[in-house]
């Protein structure tokens, strides 16, 4: 989001953007069905702020800048005590500016802030009167709001019954999690509704519902508490207590907080300190389970919350660090269909180009045909598209209320669009029937690609000259390439020939995780491919392995689990051909797993256990257990690896490999120009280590690997 506010020329111009923010305001607030994203009513709103600043006696009775958010909404539950929003800021800037403004408010530095995610969903308040849930509110106009006590039912995180028999109101924010959001447009569609447009609108529109032909469920998230009229000594307690406490307490009762997720509330003692968290949860954004729109930052004692008041629409003691934004609402142009290495026919989206978190999205995953359908996606749709940092973007689902008529279905295709052969749809990804061979080009210089074989010479232009000379019809074929045959193709003299043969000796010596990459498995990446060659040590062992043998590898869930051998079986000839032509098929240092139930299993075991996780045998494991991220240019021994091999490296010595620091991290090692992923370790606390350092650390395997 940028800090730009709508340019509002004149009074008509001011009229109109009152009018068309107020329409925005009762539809978000209400059923969440705006016409407007968030990004282009916060623009609108401070182009509204702006124009009132410069003419303040033409301001409007309906402009949304006095009113509490969802003010629009209708409501008639009083609340105990109002119900505000929180004024915005949107920069590191605005924040520190605010921050000045509320410590010359109260005579002193606040003494500290505490830190915690903006969700973004619906602010309700719930009242228990001893212990027993009694009734929930939205927060309406934040004076009154509606009684939606029928929903709560299936609000996880919003007991029946609290661990004690207090009377009290908790207030928090009801949102639909990711995986919610999923199962809700599922079952909504199966029902014949409209899907959800996101999951904002999905929390609103299943809080109001009465009399459903079936349950969807949202989550709720306490962010403060307060005593009702009779709460006895409750009450005084409360009004004492710092934000942070109040929070602990709330917890402690058995109400759902965001005190066990990534982004949990910490206190913070200088701004200094608040912008490092602030940058912390932006950088885990787009890895949460939830969607939050920012960070709210208050002043955790009771005594500067009071000292600073409140005003009208809003605590003086609280401000939303807005991020950027991470939805837009923009318009579907058409669906191209792209048929991948392996066969895989995948739809994407061509949108309207949208500036979304910094960059412009001009194309957006589909998934499969069947989303298509379930999303009830049509060609000239306004759609939802989701974009946080490297995330690729996505179609939330269709913004129905904004359909025009003129809409059309998408047209699915009844060829394979790569070669014409027919499609199996049997599954919910649709595939050529040619599998592979429908893009044998693609799949050969997949195979031969740097981190795979890295076969040196052998680019796309290469790889076509052996298909269309009949030379090459899968990456095995590549081993039995003979001197004549090259040298009969245009532009291959004797010493690209030699160089192109030797390249390829050397590939038939690459370790098993390597070969096993070059194959394509759906599902598994480089990555993976590491983990299962050094789980089981041979290409035997991989092929003979079942699905519950395979879910014994670290990340392979029972689903994935079957995937792959089912394909391990469809691969059954490729691989013995790689057999026949001599490519290594095990992974050098790697022991093989024991029969499970015997006892060398069990013995096998107790040794892990005692070696730290190193299986054994050999040298101790430096990495083992550890989950280590690499950043940077890396210098000294080194240098001249790339990540994928720096990744090998790390997995041969007993770690795991991760491309984004969190709070799981264990180690970032970092070289020059590390940027933003140092500073986030920094901010957690993480090991960091220079490379010549971490080359220090594991320099037996990396002596082992230097001819890997």
């Known amino acids: 989001m940028t800090n730009s506010a709508a340019v509002l020329a004149d009074a008509a111009a001011y009229a109109a953007a009152v009018e068309e923010a107020s329409v925005a305001a009762a539809a978000y607030y209400d059923t969440g069905e705006s016409g407007l994203d968030d990004d282009a009513y916060d623009r609108l709103a401070r182009g509204i702020a702006a124009y009132e600043a410069e003419h303040p006696e033409e301001v409007?009775?309906?402009?949304?800048?006095?009113?509490?958010?969802?003010?629009?909404?209708?409501?008639?539950?009083?609340?105990?005590?109002?119900?505000?929003?929180?004024?915005?800021?949107?920069?590191?800037?605005?924040?520190?500016?605010?921050?000045?403004?509320?410590?010359?408010?109260?005579?002193?530095?606040?003494?500290?802030?505490?830190?915690?995610p903006k969700l973004d969903g619906l602010?309700?308040?719930?009242?228990?009167?001893?212990?027993?849930?009694?009734?929930?509110?939205?927060?309406g106009d934040g004076t009154a709001g509606e009684d939606v006590s029928h929903a709560a039912g299936a609000v996880v995180g919003l007991p029946e019954r609290l661990a004690e028999p207090v009377t009290i109101e908790v207030r928090g924010e009801i949102l639909m999690t990711n995986d919610q959001f999923e199962r809700g447009n599922a079952i909504r569609t199966e029902h014949g509704g409209a899907p959800f447009a996101n999951p904002r609108n999905g929390a609103a529109g299943t809080l109001r519902a009465k009399d459903r032909a079936y349950r969807v469920e949202t989550t709720f998230f306490a962010y403060g508490a307060l005593p009702l009229p009779d709460s006895g000594e409750l009450g005084e307690t409360l009004a004492e207590l710092p934000h942070s406490e109040v929070l602990a307490y709330v917890a402690g009762l058995g109400v759902h907080t965001a005190a066990g997720t990534d982004v949990a509330p910490v206190l913070a003692a200088t701004v200094e300190e608040v912008q490092a968290?602030?940058?912390?949860?932006?950088?885990?954004?787009?890895?949460?389970?939830?969607?939050?729109?920012?960070?709210?930052?208050?002043?955790?004692?009771?005594?500067?919350?009071?000292?600073?008041?409140?005003?009208?629409?809003?605590?003086?003691?609280?401000?939303?660090?807005?991020?950027?934004?991470?939805?837009?609402?923009?318009?579907l142009v058409s669906v191209e269909w792209n048929v991948g290495r392996t066969g895989i026919i995948a739809p994407r989206a061509v949108l309207e180009p949208v500036e979304i978190d910094g960059s412009t999205v001009g194309f957006a995953t589909l998934h499969n045909p069947a989303d298509i359908t379930r999303r009830d996606l049509r060609l000239g749709d306004q759609v939802m598209v989701y974009k946080a940092g490297d995330i690729i973007p996505r179609i939330e689902a269709p913004v129905v209320h904004l359909r025009t008529g003129d809409e059309t279905p998408i047209d699915f295709p009844e060829s394979c669009p790569q070669c014409?052969?027919?499609?199996?749809?049997?599954?919910?990804?649709?595939?050529c029937t040619r599998g592979r061979n429908c893009r044998l080009v693609a799949s050969v210089s997949y195979a031969a690609g740097r981190d795979q074989l890295d076969i040196e010479g052998l680019g796309a232009t290469r790889v076509v000259q052996l298909v269309d000379a009949g030379l090459v019809a899968d990456f095995a074929d590549l081993f039995t390439l003979e001197r004549e045959q090259l040298l009969a193709l245009d532009r291959m003299g004797e010493t690209s020939t030699d160089n192109l043969l030797a390249a390829i000796e050397t590939a038939r010596t690459r370790p098993l995780s390597r070969v096993f990459c070059a194959l394509g498995v759906r599902g598994t990446g480089r990555s993976m491919s590491r983990r299962i060659a050094r789980y089981f040590a041979t290409m035997d062992r991989i092929v003979a392995a079942d699905v519950e043998t395979l879910q014994r590898v670290d990340g392979i869930g029972k689903e994935k689990a079957a995937a792959v051998v089912a394909e391990l079986v469809e691969l059954a000839p490729l691989i013995d051909k790689l057999v026949a032509a001599?490519?290594?098929m095990t992974e050098p240092g790697a022991t093989p797993p024991p029969e499970p139930g015997t006892e060398e299993e069990a013995a096998a075991a107790g040794a892990d256990a005692e070696a730290g996780g190193n299986g054994g045998d050999g040298p101790t494991l430096p990495l083992a257990g550890m989950t280590v991220v690499v950043t940077g240019a890396m210098s000294g021994a080194l240098e001249k690896l790339s990540r994928n091999q720096m990744n090998e490296l790390i997995e041969r010595a007993g770690g795991k490999s991760s491309s984004s620091v969190s709070k799981r991290t264990s180690l970032l090692v970092a070289g020059d120009k590390a940027g933003s992923k140092r500073t986030k370790a920094e901010d957690l606390g993480i090991r960091i280590a220079a490379p010549e350092e971490f080359a220090e650390l594991i320099?037996?395997?990396?002596?082992?690997?230097?001819d890997g």
């Open 699 to 706: 320099g037996a395997f990396l002596a082992a690997g230097e």
């Open 277 to 331: 968290r602030v940058d912390a949860i932006g950088s885990l954004r787009a890895a949460l389970p939830f969607g939050i729109d920012g960070i709210v930052i208050k002043a955790d004692l009771a005594a500067d919350q009071r000292e600073a008041g409140s005003g009208t629409r809003a605590p003086r003691w609280a401000i939303a660090y807005k991020l950027p934004a991470v939805e837009k609402i923009t318009r």
């Open 123 to 139: 602010a309700v308040a719930a009242r228990y009167r001893d212990g027993r849930f009694e009734r929930l509110i939205t927060r």
């Open 60 to 116: 409007l009775a309906a402009s949304p800048t006095g009113k509490v958010a969802g003010g629009a909404a209708v409501g008639d539950v009083p609340h105990t005590v109002p119900m505000l929003s929180l004024d915005n800021v949107f920069s590191a800037e605005q924040f520190a500016t605010w921050t000045a403004s509320l410590e010359r408010r109260i005579g002193r530095p606040v003494t500290a802030w505490s830190v915690e």
């Open 582 to 584: 001599g490519v290594t």
């Open 420 to 431: 014409g052969s027919a499609i199996d749809t049997s599954e919910q990804r649709w595939r």
